[in-house]
């Protein structure tokens, strides 16, 4: 079975302010679109058209040498955007119960944190993404990834299951703040899902 572009929970504009309804419509129509149409061409006739998109790319190395680089790319492409639409949305808040102690396990706190997420952001040189990702025993850390790499690939410096990400490609944001990446990280934080993101980490 191909994969399909997942529905957003949410209106386009439902982010405004922080992040504009033309972007997240370009960014989910066209972007979004493209990698699942480009994983799907690389896997036609493979056998591996059914995997669970998360498992397919953990186990690249499983693939024939000549899919692996576009599998990556797009599949990667495809994984981390699924998890990005669904850990933001309207209202922001903070997070609570389990995951709250473990921020303040891992960081020292919410503030720590952000400031620590937002160097791993602001710091991505090119495109790529920022990881808070979830370890054995409840464990979290905080890591990037170029391009549409993850955390669940075996190559990466995260090793961890990502629970929140925030794309700093420049698609994600470039109508709206142009070459200004640190306001849209700031922005970023009053956009989070932290029910979500706490239903990430308990499972």
């Given amino acids: 079975?191909?994969?399909?572009?997942?529905a957003l929970p949410y209106?386009?504009?439902?982010?405004?302010?922080?992040?504009?309804?033309r972007t997240m419509?370009?960014?989910?129509?066209?972007?979004?679109?493209?990698y699942i149409n480009n994983v799907n061409?690389?896997?036609?006739g493979t056998g591996l058209e059914g995997l669970p998109v998360n498992e397919l790319i953990a186990r690249l190395d499983e693939l024939p040498a000549d899919k692996q680089t576009a599998v990556r790319n797009n599949?990667?492409?495809?994984?981390?955007?699924?998890?990005?639409?669904?850990?933001?949305?309207?209202?922001?808040?903070?997070p609570s119960g389990d995951l709250a102690a473990a921020i303040n396990d891992a960081f020292g706190g919410l503030d720590a944190f952000?400031?620590?997420?937002?160097?791993?952001?602001?710091?991505?040189?090119?495109?790529?993404?920022a990881w808070l990702c979830k370890h054995d025993g409840g464990k979290?850390?905080?890591?990037?990834?170029p391009n549409q790499d993850s955390p669940l690939m075996k190559d990466t410096p995260c090793n961890g299951v990502p629970i929140l990400g925030l794309d700093v490609w420049e698609h994600a944001y470039y109508l709206n703040y142009q070459n200004r990446r640190p306001d849209y990280i700031s922005a970023f934080f009053s956009v989070i899902n932290w029910e979500k993101v706490a239903e990430n980490y308990a499972g």
């Fill in 140 to 145: 979290l850390s905080i890591c990037s990834t």
């Fill in 41 to 44: 061409a690389a896997l036609e």
């Fill in 25 to 34: 419509e370009i960014h989910h129509t066209k972007h979004h679109q493209a």
């Fill in 75 to 94: 599949g990667g492409g495809h994984a981390n955007h699924s998890l990005f639409w669904e850990i933001m949305g309207a209202g922001g808040g903070q």
């Fill in 11 to 21: 209106a386009y504009d439902a982010l405004e302010p922080y992040i504009d309804a």
């Fill in 114 to 129: 952000k400031d620590q997420f937002t160097k791993a952001a602001a710091t991505r040189f090119g495109s790529g993404w």
């Fill in 1 to 6: 079975m191909s994969y399909e572009l997942p």
